[in-house]
């Protein structure tokens, strides 16, 4: 600021005005700080401009293109959106991906914040018992999505299905079925993420000052009522939070669902293909560029909306 | 942390009920890797056998999986890659944010707002563009390749700008005083003051990369080239049926975090709640 603002005021006349010496020395150790400024931003600066936001723009064209990376691109205009919003599989694909929001994110939110708050009051063995739920979400998601699809093997090679039988109860075909396979897939998704969401429901309730319990206590409330009057309401921050970012994740769902159904990707019958699966293939195994670059724009606009609802529901914080 | 007032005098039997339902979920949340290393240590014959501890422990498994090498090579893969983008993101996004912390000059509020911006803009969008970008600069399978997307996040900047925001100015002005250059001054004053910050975006930059599964299946096509969880992927498909194979690589390709988090616990823990704060 001090440096724009520094021009206007100086005179007309040929610089070095009176009270020079300071001055210029002033001046010039501004100049020299801009100098460093800018030499620390330069590569960054290159960097964004270069990998992130003309790859932006560029995404955008090419979803006005038909292209399959070996002629030149064909600007076609709205054709690609035309193409995908006639397109039954793009409306199943939809379907599927809120289908993953919709169960994982309530799911494993009302899961996270249920073990939290005991979690939080628990002192003996605490570190052991978050460690426990915390595990999985530091894992590979490609490595727990084979744990999982074994898991869920017919029997006797999957475990739950063994179990199952050695109980008498027949089989249940969780990933063979276009019913149960994006549940079992989700289900996965939401043990793998739990212990991110519960880290983060503990900071929150740690934030919340004691002093707010002890007037709470003092009023004669039970512990439900705290819950409900005083919990539930200092936590909205974390929620809000945590729900945008599940949502984000659970619609953004690959690695879990490739890995799961690997001999066909997104089966049966595109039961548990999400968006970005069909970006994937749409663009690395048909090669259509531009087509999938339209789909691209498609999730971009949804999580778009998503992170402005964030903001609207956070702006009088 | 301030202490609760709860009564902790004498243990109710409400404590006990909730204590044993939430060992009993932590133990329910692990199942998924104890199965999957007592499997990986069986043979063939005995993976029907629902016993957690296999009845003839053996490394067969492993010997068989390591034997050949790539496990080796995308381990190798995975640990370069994780670990240079970390240096580079500890770096620039600090760096960044110091500089848009702690330096009035023209613009630095629209750099912010041009960085954060980028937050907004999914992944998935901008692979095909780099794909392209990758397939020109014949970038394709290379570990450049892998790695140049994930060099600096917007994520990280924000991070470490909150933090830089908290060092006083009268550290760097009493630096400049002595006539340090500013790079020094960051780089020696300022970034001692913000370790806490470094370790929770190094241990973040670090897990997603070392997990990360999307770019890297698109830009590379060589097994030599592949990461952990790509190699692991391929590795699955290639032994189909073999399950005690499977869950070897997938044991090998989770023992390394594993490892990490047992001796990093406190800090990984205090690093998530850091960042999912400020984020």
């Known amino acids: 600021m001090a440096d724009a603002s520094a021009a206007p005021h100086t005179p007309p006349a040929p610089r070095a005005p009176e009270p020079a010496p300071t001055a ?8 020299k700080r801009l100098l460093w400024v800018w030499s620390f931003l330069a590569l960054p600066v290159l960097f964004y401009s ?27 205009g709205l054709e690609n959106y035309r193409r995908l919003f006639a397109d039954p599989l793009f409306w199943q694909v939809f379907g599927n991906t809120f289908k993953y929001l919709l169960i994982g994110t309530p799911v494993s939110l009302v899961l996270a914040f249920t073990i939290a708050y005991f979690l939080d009051r628990i002192r003996f063995g605490h570190t052991f018992l978050r460690a426990l739920y915390f595990l999985p979400f530091i894992t590979t998601a490609s490595a727990m999505a084979w744990v999982w699809r074994w898991f869920y093997q017919p029997a006797p ?45 503990m900071a929150g309730l740690r934030a919340i000052p004691s002093t707010y319990y002890e007037a709470a206590r003092i009023d004669g409330l039970n512990e439900r009522q705290i819950l ?35 001999i066909d990707p997104g089966g049966p019958l595109n039961s ?36 402005l609802v964030q903001l609207w529901l956070m702006r009088d914080r | 942390m301030t202490a609760r007032t709860l009564s902790y005098g004498k243990i109710a039997p409400g404590k006990i009920i909730t204590w044993t339902l ?10 998924p890797l104890l199965f999957m290393f007592s499997t990986s240590l069986k043979t063939a014959g005995q993976i029907y056998d629902l016993r957690l501890i296999p009845a003839e422990p053996t490394l067969q498994n492993y010997v068989k999986v390591l034997s050949d090498g790539r496990f080796l090579r995308w381990f190798l893969n995975s640990m370069f890659i994780a670990c ?37 803009i999914p992944t998935e969008m901008l692979v095909i563009p780099w794909y392209l970008m990758s397939a020109n600069l014949g970038w394709l399978d290379t570990y450049w390749g892998i790695m140049f997307p994930g060099m600096m996040t917007a994520f990280g900047t924000f991070l470490m700008k909150q933090f830089f925001e908290g060092v006083p100015d009268d550290f760097l002005e009493a630096a400049r005083i002595d006539g340090l250059n500013e790079f020094t001054i960051w780089w020696r004053i300022a970034m001692p003051l913000v370790t806490p910050a470094l370790s929770a975006l190094a241990i973040f930059t670090f897990l997603g990369n070392w997990t990360a599964f999307f770019w890297p299946l698109i830009v590379t096509t060589s097994a030599e080239h592949y990461t952990l969880p790509i190699g692991l992927t391929s590795f699955a498909v290639e032994q189909s049926i073999q399950w005690e194979m499977i869950m070897t ?28 704060l400020k984020g």
């Not at chain 1, 210029?24 to 100049?31: A, D, I, K, W, Y």
């Not at chain 1, 293939?281 to 999938?292: C, I, K, N, R, V």
């Not at chain 2, 939430?22 to 199942?31: H, R």
């Open chain 2, 84 to 120: 240079a983008v970390t240096c580079s993101n500890l770096f620039f996004d600090s760096l960044v944010g110091y500089t848009l912390a702690k330096f009035e000059f023209r613009g630095r509020k629209f750099i912010f707002i041009a960085i954060l911006s980028t937050l907004m």
């Open chain 2, 22 to 31: 939430l060992f009993i979920g932590g133990v329910a949340m692990v199942t």
């Open chain 1, 24 to 31: 210029r020395r002033g001046l010039r150790m501004r100049t």
């Open chain 1, 272 to 307: 548990t293909k999400p968006l970005v699966l069909m970006i994937y293939q749409t663009a690395f195994s048909s090669y259509e560029m531009g087509y999938a670059a339209a789909q691209t724009t498609v999730l971009f606009s949804i999580l778009l909306v998503i992170s």
């Open chain 1, 50 to 76: 270069v990998i992130r936001f003309y790859p932006t723009i560029e995404a955008f064209w090419l979803s006005l293109t038909n292209w399959d990376l070996l002629s030149d691109p064909e600007y076609i």
């Open chain 2, 249 to 276: 690589g997938a044991a090998l390709a989770t023992l390394p975090t594993l490892v990490v988090f047992l001796l990093l616990q406190r800090y990984i823990v205090r690093g998530v709640m850091l960042a999912g």
């Open chain 1, 228 to 262: 409900r009057k005083i919990t539930l309401p200092l936590l909205k921050p974390t929620t809000v939070f945590l729900v945008v970012f599940s949502s984000i994740g659970f619609l953004r769902i690959f690695d879990q669902v490739f890995n799961m159904s690997s």
């Open chain 1, 157 to 201: 090679t999957g475990i739950i299905n063994n179990a199952l039988g050695q109980l008498g109860i027949s089989p249940i075909p969780f990933l063979k079925s276009t019913e149960l396979a994006l549940p079992s897939i989700t289900f996965t998704a939401i043990w793998a993420g739990l212990g991110f969401q519960i880290i983060i429901f």
